[in-house]
């Protein structure tokens, strides 16, 4: 979600030297971003969701050691006083963050972050003003390696279409719809479009990954979960037709790869974290309490089963926005270049 506006930093300074400074868990997709010089990483405590990571002095330690590279500009994309400290740390001649999650005054340029704006939208007006330019449009999109993309199409070389991508967990439990949905509108999908079923997920998801590979396994399905690395991962999700799953980071990664997404929402906010494109499609349902957007503490009535947000949301509804997504995608593949055999690249050099 921050993609978009790393891409305006880029395009408004093309003679920058720019790093990246990224959890160890984002680093190969950072380093897919077009326009990046070095990428470094800071795992901190706060930002890992298992709570793994470091503490705020040792963090510190490792941002003074960069103070010696002399950097014009430190942005902070996170609205959080605890990274403004890190920014701090740097020393660069010049700062700038969102002032909403405390220590404003750390920062030369400081913005509200705006809670009914999508994350993109206020990441791409951050960079507009921390570089004094007038905020940029249009999409931004990863540059994946080659060897990450021929890796992909080994591995869907001999799958028939359409290819429907399933990523059955959740990533927390706060936010998941159950397996057997996910493995209802597979197997559906496999038996009246023939569709080839293309299972991801870590492997810690493999429990939830089973129940949809049993629900579709008297059709053609590639289980793949727990067997990729992030890149390659990425340039599988590049050539699905559709892309099925909760809001999850595999979800972003598909919509940052122009990949077509029916995405699962409960209790986190759309509007501020749902892909935008006209192609996707965000299923939901509407409550007096949704969407809350306790994410990280939710409510004690929710905990322990399925939240009435996802319990609601039924797999016809799932299905039929699936089929709503193949169908336009199919029209467009019919007069549109082959995805899968011709990737699209970009290249990009560092400016020193």
């Known amino acids: 979600m921050t993609l978009e506006g790393i891409a305006d930093v880029v395009a408004a300074a093309p003679q920058a030297e720019i790093d990246l400074i990224v959890g160890s868990w984002n680093a190969d997709v950072a380093r897919a971003v077009p326009g990046i010089h070095r990428v470094e990483t800071l795992d ?17 330690a490792r941002a003074r050691r960069w103070r010696a590279r002399g950097y014009d500009l430190a942005i902070n994309f996170e609205p959080d006083i605890r990274s403004h400290v890190l920014l701090a740390a740097i020393g660069a001649a010049r700062t700038a963050g969102f002032s909403s999650g405390g220590g404003g005054p750390l920062l030369d340029v400081s913005l509200a972050y705006d809670r009914a704006e999508h994350t993109s939208d206020n990441t791409r007006r951050l960079a507009a003003a921390a570089l ?10 990863l540059d994946l390696p080659p060897a990450a993309v021929e890796g992909a199409s080994a591995i869907l070389a001999r799958a028939s279409r359409p290819l429907v991508g399933v990523h059955a967990s959740g990533g ?41 590979r049993r629900a579709a396994a008297s059709h053609p399905v590639i289980d793949l979960a727990g067997s990729l690395d992030l890149l ?28 077509p997404v029916v995405a699962v929402f409960g209790p986190s906010e759309p509007v501020r974290y749902a892909p935008r ?76």
């Open 277 to 352: 494109d006209e192609r996707h499609r965000i299923v939901r349902i509407d409550l007096p309490c949704s969407p809350c957007n306790r994410i990280r503490l939710p409510p004690a009535r929710c905990v322990g089963h399925t939240p009435d947000c996802l319990a609601g949301i039924e797999v016809e509804t799932v299905y039929r926005a699936a089929l709503d997504v193949l169908d336009a995608s199919t029209s467009a593949r019919g007069t549109s270049a082959h995805r899968t055999s011709h990737v699209a690249r970009r290249t990009s050099t560092p400016c020193f």
């Open 132 to 141: 004094d330019v007038p905020p940029r449009t249009g999409p931004a999109r």
């Open 172 to 212: 927390r439990e706060i936010k998941q719809w159950p397996p057997e949905g996910f493995g209802e509108v597979a197997a559906r999908l496999a038996r009246e479009r023939g569709a080839t079923v293309v299972l991801t997920g870590s492997a810690a998801d493999r429990p939830l990954v089973e129940i949809v």
């Open 232 to 259: 390659t991962l990425g340039a599988v999700l590049q050539q699905l037709d559709v892309y099925i799953t909760g809001d999850t980071g595999p979800m972003h990664l598909a919509a940052a790869l122009g990949t």
């Open 44 to 60: 901190a405590a706060w930002l890992s969701r298992d709570g793994s990571g470091h503490g705020l002095r040792s963090l510190l």
